[in-house]
């Protein structure tokens, strides 16, 4: 995919962190089998435990709020002082984690167009925001559609333009519920709207799936 870039003009990008934390018998209780979401100001968190018995901790987040923090560790550090449940989790990882990091991440960009031939799929096709988790969807959708576009002979250029208007409502919404969620007013909000009718949740999470 060199040379194929997507365009990042956000005057704020987002960017992403990945902790892996050591497992630890109180994960079982903490955590259990769920996919757990934190919301903070200017960035989200979630954590699922893997088969190991280890805890994937990723964030994603806006780089104003990284540079107020003064790096990866300082605000991780930083959300564990003022947010306690995610303090419960994070006091189980190590003094120097290793702290995997992705820049501008393009979030809502999606491929109107392509070259003869060059059929884009996954986040080469729309970057979904992660906070849907549906960016594998995206990807297995857009390879399955592709192949049988090719099967049937059906040039790149016509699929991309196909693809991209099925990929506009999941990634459209999914955006608004991603900036909602880094907003605390709209998050507490919507949290306690999904509190009183869970219904309103599964109709979000619904809505962009691909």
């Not at 968190?45 to 994603?60: R, W, Y």
């Not at 002082?81 to 995997?100: G, M």
């Not at 919404?173 to 007013?185: F, G, L, Q, Y």
């Amino acid at each position: 995919v060199r040379g194929e870039s997507r365009p990042r003009e956000a005057a704020d990008p987002a960017l992403g962190l990945r902790v892996r934390l050591p497992g630890h018998p109180d994960f079982a209780s903490l955590i259990g089998d769920a996919i757990e979401l934190h919301l903070f100001d200017g960035a989200y968190a979630g954590i699922v435990l893997q088969e190991d018995g280890s805890a994937n901790v990723c964030l994603a987040l806006r780089k104003a709020r990284l540079a107020r923090e003064g790096g990866p560790l300082d605000l991780l550090n930083a959300l564990a002082e003022r947010h306690p449940a995610f303090a419960e989790r994070w006091r189980y990882a190590p003094d120097n984690p290793v702290i995997d990091t992705i820049g501008s991440v393009p979030y809502g960009w999606i491929a109107d167009g392509t070259d003869p031939g060059l059929y884009r799929l996954g986040d080469q096709a729309a970057v979904i925001p992660s906070l849907a988790g549906e960016g594998m969807g995206i990807a297995i959708a857009s390879g399955q559609s592709a192949a049988q576009a090719y099967l049937e002979g059906k040039g790149a250029t016509d699929w991309q333009r196909e693809f991209s208007r099925r990929a506009a409502r999941p990634v459209t919404i999914a955006e608004a519920i991603w900036k909602a969620a880094e907003t605390p007013a709209l998050a507490k909000f919507g949290l306690s709207a999904a509190a009183m009718l869970p219904a309103l949740a599964t109709m979000a999470m619904r809505a962009s799936r691909i």
